[in-house]
């Protein structure tokens, strides 16, 4: 299984919105509402921001949302902060009942 | 609140095998609502999933160390463990105990991870 694609860094001004990518096959990202998005921050175990597609966790800001079409799935984070600087991967459940991570995205607060 | 920590050793040798533990607190392991699970993350790397057990005794792994892994219960402990055997330098990593729910197909709460050398 191959990891999901997404670009190696986004960077956006405080305040400013910005996108994260993942893109999959059908085998993965595109056949199931079954994506999840993850921060950490260094030297930190990662952290659940964004599950089934679009839903957060208890205690998530309301500044993280998650969409999908077709085989990409999508992080969007509004308003960003100073504390939004980490490393962002997202996951699939796949068609063999495994999981697959993405490539990891670093989201710098410029 | 459900906590889960890893322990073991930092340092195994070439080919031999590697051993972890992951004792759960706050909860029980016997809960039928989660898949508990083995994450790892190479140095300076991505995530990478290993494999997750459930209550029943089902397991489920990476295609890719499927060959090499054990992952089983121990719930008179609250534990579960990962077993790799004929490690190489290659599977020097963090290694992550984190909870799978059974409805959600998320990894919502994660151990502190520990960090495993392979090196003779």
């Known amino acids: 299984q191959s990891a999901l694609t997404q670009p190696a860094s986004v960077s956006g001004s405080p305040g400013q919105s910005i996108t994260i990518s993942c893109t999959g096959t059908s085998s993965d990202v595109g056949g199931y509402n079954l994506v999840s998005w993850y921060q950490q921050h260094p030297g930190k175990a990662p952290k659940l921001m964004i599950y089934d597609v679009s839903n957060r966790p208890s205690g998530i800001s309301n500044r993280f949302s998650g969409s999908k079409s077709g085989n990409t799935a999508s992080l969007a984070i509004s308003g960003l902060q100073a504390e939004d600087e980490a490393d962002y991967y997202c996951s699939s459940y796949t068609s063999s009942s495994t999981y697959v991570f993405g490539t990891g995205t670093k989201v710098t607060v410029l | 609140q459900v906590q889960l920590q890893e322990s073991g050793p930092g340092l195994v040798k070439p080919s031999e095998t590697l051993s972890l533990t992951c004792t759960v607190s706050g909860g029980s392991i016997s809960s039928g609502d989660y898949y508990w699970t083995w994450i790892r993350q190479h140095p300076g790397k991505g995530l990478e999933w290993i494999g997750y057990i459930y209550y029943s005794g089902s397991t489920y792994y990476n295609p890719s160390l499927k060959s090499r892994v054990t992952v089983s219960l121990d719930t008179s402990n609250n534990q579960f463990s990962l077993k790799l055997n004929s490690v190489t330098a290659a599977d020097t990593a963090i290694y992550y105990c984190?909870?799978?729910?059974?409805?959600?197909?998320?990894?919502?709460?994660w151990g502190q991870g520990t960090m495993v050398t392979v090196s003779s």
């Open positions: 984190v909870r799978r729910s059974r409805v959600d197909f998320a990894f919502d709460i």
